[in-house]
């Protein structure tokens, strides 16, 4: 018994002894590293221009169930620390890894869970940019080394960042129309024309839901479900098409300015085709199917005035008003079907004159109509 008891003392004070020693194992601050891809345009990132954004994020310990690490918290860029990261400092565990979803813009989402976000009968601005990054899965302890993980993918391109890799996505469309006039295949240079465009509207479909669901890859690295061009919103049943007109002043929906009106004169060539000019401009639009037959039968319509000249002598002016114009049946050079998230259209409506006038002369046959007569009379 007095032999146990002493072992146990000895045990005590070996104990409070180690409780003394010091380890340099100090905790490290999270931060975050932004881009975003427009994979249409170019293939590697471009700068997040945003002042914030906001995340959720879950903590995995090594047992037991997930548990809220980050609630909607807002990250801001930190002058002081020229750091992307939340005005409260959250340090990284020393076990376990977490998981992040975050997301800008407008609109925003309805809900995040772990491992979803959820955009229910949003409307869609024609300013808005909705952006949702990558889920980052499993950062952590594990993988944490002085402040930068290795061989994150941006793109194309793998480069070594500081911070939670956060890879924004736009989740809506932009759509564009530029309106030109073309004398191809008029030689006669005397030929003279000016458009004048006065007013356009697109129909669509403007108040949709969508469910982006990301699945865990189980190691560190980004999630994104759409690995290509998909628009996966549901417009919302028994809502009319929005119509959106132009000029609407100045802002997204204007004329390029107020040169509204060009002028085209014929070429010995006869190629001239006139610059172009904005009559809708990146517009946010909600990603859809634009075919009639399963989607929202997004249509054009344009009006404009069209004045001629032959040798600088006006000919005849005539106001043109043209409805309903199918996008999807009627640009065929480059069909497109939907507008996809992250993809921005640009759609050319090119006017011409109509065929030349030509004749095509006949002389109506004579007709018989015969009558007899005898002479002299009897």
């Known amino acids: 018994m007095k032999k146990l008891f002493v072992f146990a003392a000895a045990a005590v004070v070996a104990l409070a002894a180690c409780s003394k020693t010091e380890v340099n194992a100090p905790d490290h601050a999270i931060s975050f590293q932004v881009a975003n891809y427009v994979p249409q345009t170019k293939t590697g990132e471009v700068a997040y221009e945003g002042t914030q954004f906001k995340t959720y994020a879950w903590f995995n310990p090594t047992s037991g169930d997930a548990q809220v690490f980050m609630n909607n918290e807002t990250i801001k860029w930190q002058s002081g620390s020229n750091t992307w990261a939340a005005d409260r400092v959250y340090f990284w565990p020393k076990t376990g890894d977490v998981d992040f979803f975050s997301y800008a813009g407008t609109p925003e ?47 194309a391109s793998n480069t070594d960042v500081t911070g939670v890799p ?15 006039f073309s004398a191809a295949g008029i030689t006669d240079t005397k030929y003279k024309w000016d458009l004048t465009v006065n007013s356009a509207s697109i129909e669509y479909a403007n108040v949709g ?152 002369p006949a002389v109506e046959a004579w007709s018989s109509d015969a009558a007899g007569y005898t002479y002299p009379e009897n």
């Open 109 to 155: 989402p309805d809900e995040v869970t772990h491992g979803s976000a959820t955009y229910t009968d949003k409307t869609i601005g024609i300013t808005n940019d909705a952006l949702l990054a990558s889920a980052a899965y499993h950062y952590g302890a594990t993988n944490w080394n002085s402040n930068v993980y290795s061989g994150i993918t941006y793109g």
């Open 166 to 180: 956060t890879l924004f996505h736009h989740i809506l469309a932009q759509v564009s129309f530029i309106v030109k």
């Open 209 to 360: 839901s969508l469910t982006v669901t990301f699945t865990d890859p189980t190691t560190t690295g980004q999630a994104w479900p759409y690995a290509t061009a998909s628009y996966n919103w549901v417009p919302k049943a028994n809502t009319a098409n929005t119509e959106l007109s132009a000029p609407a002043g100045t802002g997204a929906v204007a004329f390029n300015g107020t040169a509204n009106k060009q002028t085209v004169t014929a070429t010995a060539a006869g190629d001239a085709i006139s610059d172009g000019i904005y009559i809708i401009k990146d517009v946010a639009v909600m990603p859809q199917s634009i075919v009639p037959t399963t989607g929202s039968n997004a249509v054009l319509n344009i009006n404009y005035t069209l004045k001629s000249y032959y040798d600088n002598a006006e000919h005849i002016t005539e106001t043109v008003n043209v409805e309903d114009i199918v996008l999807s049946q009627k640009f065929t050079s480059n069909a497109i079907n939907a507008w996809n998230m992250n993809y921005k259209y640009t759609y050319t409506v090119t006017i011409q004159p109509n065929k030349t006038v030509t004749f095509d």
